[in-house]
């Protein structure tokens, strides 16, 4: 069938056969359908939404039209885990190392910056020395050694998603559903790990704040992911405040270095820990909070850390004594009111520090790694007129700044309760299933 026949049923709202929806990838990967072809199919897509069988043949299409490591051929129970973003989301810089010190491998390929929320590839980044490239066989080799590999995709793997995630972003259709489904599971799934467990944000700081899609995905991404025979299930976690005390990424590395000495805040130890325990019961193995107390307790968790950075490159002397400045400029931002943390607009917030440098505010910007928001409140709490409610790590002076990223706390007389950090878990009945 030629393209426009194709691009004509899925204009009129059409379910594309398989054969339908290899030819796309096949033109996105080899350069035979143009960018014009691959921008329509996408925003039809976008417009009448994929049934579940076009996303899961679209998934597992561009997952083939790269490199498939099949790891889990060679590492018994490997483990992953994939988050959709947010601000001060460091969890997974936790999660690896902690779940490795506990017996089970975790591979990790990451991503950048995107928008409002940080790339955990960006975040490592801050480390000195430390490369996130690596092959299939640096990535076993790794893993044998200390359970732990983490590092980006390869140009090989997924190459169909390159290209129309570009696309994508070019045409207003990132958003979609299905094919964030498709984009995100066509690289994750390439490591070919035995079990993946997605933290799915919701809440004003999340890629998508609405919980009811967030839900919509996580069901979507489940449903493919299993499908495609790798255990899955994701937890929805909140993301409308930072996670953690810190956002921006050398302080971000730092706090998660300090949760591996068993000194975190509750509430990244919180989420680190469900999503922990989730993928292990994914692999069939029951892991307590109390065996994760221990790998932190023990120095075991530290320990993976830092065998892993430097396997990849981290400067020794850094690992000796890990330190990364922040910006020298501080501001405080002082509460004009008193009365209880009600809501935290956490998207301004990200968008906010991205504005002062801490993020990409357009492709291939640097990166201020030092630029940084320590959050010290949190919703649900009371507050005192003049009461620091954080503090900014800037670059150079900044009033209007400081300002807006004040106006994000919303201040007022009544009580509210806090969110709660799990929020739901969407996956087979029966773990491992």
């Keep these: 069938m030629l393209p426009f026949e194709i691009l004509a049923r899925k204009r009129d709202g059409h379910c594309l056969s398989g054969d339908e929806i290899a030819a796309v990838v096949s033109g996105a990967s080899d350069g035979s359908w143009s960018d014009a072809q691959l921008a329509a199919f996408l925003m039809a897509a976008a417009i009448h939404q994929l049934e579940p069988s076009e996303t899961r043949q679209l998934t597992e299409g561009m997952l083939r039209s790269g490199e498939e490591w099949r790891l ?12 959709t973003g947010g601000v001060g989301d460091k969890v997974s810089l936790v999660l690896s190392p902690l779940v490795a010190a506990c017996g089970l491998p975790v591979v990790m390929l990451t991503g ?22 690596f092959d299939r066989e640096h990535c076993l080799d790794m893993l044998h050694d200390n359970g732990v590999a983490i590092g980006v995709a390869t140009a090989e793997i997924a190459p169909a998603d390159k290209r129309l995630y570009a696309i994508r972003d070019q045409t207003g259709t990132v958003e979609s559903l299905p094919l964030i489904t498709a984009s995100i599971l066509s690289k994750k799934l390439a490591t070919g790990a035995s079990s993946l467990v997605l933290d799915v944000k919701t809440g004003s700081g999340a890629f998508i704040p609405d919980p009811v899609r967030a839900e919509q995905l996580a069901t979507m991404m489940v449903a493919a992911a299993n499908e495609l025979g790798c255990h899955t299930s994701a937890l929805l976690t909140d993301m409308s405040q930072p996670l953690g005390r810190w956002v921006g990424h050398a302080a971000e590395v730092l706090e998660s270095l300090e949760c591996l000495r068993g000194e975190g805040p ?13 993928v292990a019961a994914l692999e069939g193995v029951d892991l307590s909070e109390e065996d994760l107390g221990e790998a932190l307790t023990s120095g075991r968790a530290y320990e993976k850390f830092l065998r892993w950075a430097r396997a990849q490159g981290a400067d020794e002397r850094w690992l000796e004594d890990p330190k990364l400045d922040l910006a020298p ?21 990200g968008f906010s520090l991205v504005e ?4 990409r505010a357009r492709p291939g910007a640097q990166i201020d790694m030092g630029v940084a928001l320590r959050y010290d409140v949190r919703i649900g709490e009371p507050i005192e007129a003049g009461q620091a409610l954080g503090r900014l790590y800037l670059r150079h002076p900044n009033d209007r700044l400081r300002d807006k990223v004040l106006s994000c706390f919303a201040l007022g007389d009544d009580e509210v309760e806090p969110p709660a950090l799990v929020q739901r878990r969407v996956g087979p009945t029966v773990p491992g299933a």
């Design 329 to 349: 400029v501080e501001v405080d931002l002082l509460a004009p009111r008193s009365g209880y943390l009600q809501a935290v607009d956490t998207r301004t917030l």
């Design 112 to 133: 950048r910056g995107l928008g409002h929320t940080g790339g955990t590839a960006d975040k490592l980044e801050a480390i000195p020395g430390l490369t996130m490239d």
């Design 266 to 278: 509750d509430d990244l130890m919180g989420v680190v820990s469900a999503l922990s325990v989730e």
């Design 356 to 359: 002062a440098g801490g993020g």
């Design 72 to 83: 889990r051929d060679e590492v018994p129970n490997l483990c992953d885990k994939h988050s």
